[in-house]
T-cell receptor
Framework: DAKTTQPPSMDCAEGRAANLPCNHS???????VYWYRQIHSQGPQYIIHGLKNNETNEMASLIITEDRKSSTLILPHATLRDTAVYYC???????????FGSGTRLLVRP | DGGITQSPKYLFRKEGQNVTLSCEQN?????MYWYRQDPGQGLRLIYYSQIVNDFQKGDIAEGYSVSREKKESFPLTVTSAQKNPTAFYLC?????????????FGPGTRLTVL
């Protein structure tokens, strides 16, 4: 079973920030938070990951709360191509497993 | 360009037939994986392989078989014992079984059993 909880769907307007929440209240100290996304009928794509500190890359920002029980993925300027299912996953560095829940279906509106 | 290829993209088979899905990677990755995805659901792990000539069952291995004779290739056979084979199948690879930043996924094969 997935160790994360995400809203089933969200939407945002093109050009605006998309903020996707994830709850991982049972995360352990050595588990990372990963985000992947899956555009319709394609394979998932890695976006970003983090342990404690906030992270930013060319695709997105990841904000992890101080108690690490939740996080938010931020797409700063959403485009229509960002419409996808976003998966929040917790994983230990020593584990091969990516446990995918049902994710959040993000719809970016024109 | 480096990546993972899966073929074919769509596959149709009659019930009771075995079918083999292809997965090839040129990323020089040691670890490879097969996942199954049903509509509206997340991915579930079928089999994984840490290295050539080694593979392990994942969470839903019943009715499936794999081989890993070459580093680049990890074919999946869906046997007639698999009760609900119609699904979207995804192959992935990572540099190793542990300590990787990301798994790289192929484009998937959509299998329909008639």
């Amino acid at each position: 079973d997935a160790k994360t909880t995400q809203p089933p769907s969200m939407d945002c307007a093109e050009g605006r920030a998309a903020n996707l929440p994830c709850n991982h209240s049972t995360i352990s100290g050595n588990e990372y938070v990963y985000w992947y996304r899956q555009i319709h009928s394609q394979g998932p794509q890695y976006i970003i990951h983090g342990l404690k500190n906030n992270e930013t890359n060319e695709m997105a920002s990841l904000i992890i709360t101080e108690d690490r029980k939740s996080s938010t993925l931020i797409l700063p300027h959403a485009t229509l191509r960002d419409t996808a299912v976003y998966y929040c996953i917790v994983r230990m560095d020593s584990s091969y497993k990516l446990i995918f829940g049902s994710g959040t279906r993000l719809l970016v509106r024109p | 360009d480096g990546g993972i290829t899966q073929s074919p993209k769509y596959l149709f088979r009659k019930e009771g037939q075995n079918v083999t899905l292809s997965c090839e990677q040129n990323l020089n990755h040691d670890a490879m994986y097969w996942y199954r995805q049903d509509p509206g659901q997340g991915l579930r792990l079928i089999y994984y392989s840490q290295i050539v000539n080694d593979f392990q069952k994942g969470d839903i291995a019943e009715g499936y078989s794999v081989s890993r004779e070459k580093k680049e290739s990890f074919p999946l056979t869906v046997t007639s014992a698999q009760k609900n084979p119609t699904a979207f199948y995804l192959c992935a690879s990572s540099i190793a079984l542990e300590g990787f930043r990301e798994q790289f996924f192929g484009p998937g094969t959509r299998l329909t059993v008639l």
